[in-house]
């Protein structure tokens, strides 16, 4: 998973990451 630097700067917490990585995987 590769996270551009604008949205990387986003992510400010494990939480935000965690609800970045969900909104961007495939949706099954």
Known sequence: LEI???EA???TTV???IKY???H???S
């Open 4 to 6: 551009p630097d604008e």
């Open 9 to 11: 700067e986003k992510i």
């Open 15 to 17: 939480k935000d990451a």
């Open 21 to 23: 990585i969900q909104d």
């Open 25 to 27: 995987l495939p949706k």
